[in-house]
């Protein structure tokens, strides 16, 4: 097998996490040349996989079949002949450019009529008891494993390596807000599904205080898209505007906000695709969870401590709190957030 293709997932956590099947993928071919097609906003994550040889940036719009550009797509990828296909998505749309492109082994979940798009398959598993997203993926590779004769595939934790470019931006960055590196702390007040995967603004502006007050030297970097902008700044009113609470929300690429994470002393997250890249950067890190699942969505490091309260009502996997309570991430107090912080070094 010489030349790989993968489907990326839409959303950066996942993208995280389909990290430890591209290194199947070449432990199986190690002389295989892996190229990815993505959205420009995952682009970012498989920059930072090893295993990658070229992405290929498409700007599929979500829920839009857009015909004419997956023809062009696939015409152009027909040319490179690909021998194998990985659809990690689960839409009908992302199956399309594959079969088009005429690759002729396509590997995915059955899903949203792909039958024949789709080739080798695999059933989804169901909603209960589902595996680590991780997990799911890898087992993509085991069919090629298989046919090869090699044995079963052992589960691995996601690994991203840090670009020197985005680095080297960062910390002109930080030298010119005059905040030095070996004290920072990240902290992430968004999530992209809603507010049932956000903590509330003002136990972020509680712990702020906190940590601050226990390390005078500490800089607190908020960081997320620029839709996390305007939460941001309301933990920053919150938390009394000090001067070393820095809104950095929209102000970074997702290049950037890798390598930020990965200089951070502490990282403290709701389950968003930043605690994912911060766990394949092994960075000591706090995860709060609310209405999903960190039994399927894990942060995959050793260098972790999850926050679940794992009420009866939770995981309901809810845009909005169908109680109307949210107790699920209002009843993590700031100090349990902060206590935990104390435990990861």
């Known amino acids: 097998m010489n030349r790989i293709l993968i489907i990326a997932p839409n959303w950066i956590g996942d993208a995280v996490m389909s990290q430890p ?7 199986i071919y190690p002389h295989s040349s892996i190229d990815v097609l993505a ?3 995952v682009a970012s994550i498989y920059r930072s996989c090893a295993e990658v040889n070229e992405i290929i940036e498409a700007g599929l719009a979500h829920k839009q079949l857009q015909w004419g ?6 015409a152009q990828l027909k040319t490179r002949q690909y021998e194998a296909c990985f659809v990690l998505p689960n839409s009908f749309k992302s199956a399309l ?19 024949g798009l789709i080739n080798f398959s695999l059933d989804n598993p169901k909603k209960i008891n589902r595996p680590p997203m991780a997990d799911h993926y890898l087992a993509l590779a085991q069919v090629l494993s298989e046919s090869k004769g090699s044995g079963n595939l052992e589960p691995a934790d996601p690994k991203l390596n840090v670009s020197a470019i985005a680095q080297e931006t960062i910390r002109t960055k930080l030298r010119h807000a005059s905040i030095p590196e070996e004290s920072i702390y990240v902290l992430c007040p968004g999530a992209e599904y809603g507010v049932t995967k956000r903590w509330p603004p003002e136990h972020f502006a509680d712990l702020i205080n906190r940590l601050i007050a226990t390390n005078s030297l500490a800089h607190i970097i ?9 939460l941001a ?12 609470l820095h809104n950095w929300c929209g102000e970074t690429s997702l290049d950037e906000a ?18 994912h890249i911060g766990a394949a950067l092994k960075v000591p890190q706090v995860a709060i969870f609310g209405s999903s699942d960190p039994r399927h969505t894990p942060p995959l490091s050793n260098k972790a401590k999850v926050l679940w309260l794992n009420l009866p009502c939770s995981p309901c996997h809810k845009r909005e709190c ?9 009843d993590i107090l700031p100090e349990d957030v902060f206590q935990a912080t104390q435990t990861l070094y």
Request: glycine residues 10%; positive net charge; proline residues 5%.
């Open 69 to 74: 550009l997956r023809k062009k797509i696939a």
């Open 97 to 115: 450019i594959p079969w088009l492109a005429n690759i002729p082994f396509r590997v995915g979940y059955r899903g949203e009529m792909r039958f």
């Open 233 to 244: 700044k309301s933990i920053q009113t919150q938390a009394g505007q000090s001067t070393h």
């Open 39 to 41: 959205s420009p906003w």
């Open 258 to 275: 890798i390598a930020l994470i990965g200089m951070s002393k502490t990282l403290i997250t709701n389950d968003s695709g930043l605690m």
């Open 222 to 230: 908020l960081l997320g898209g620029k839709g996390d902008h305007n």
């Open 322 to 330: 169908p109680l109307g309570h949210l107790k699920c991430l209002k």
């Open 21 to 27: 099947l591209l290194a199947s993928l070449k432990e």
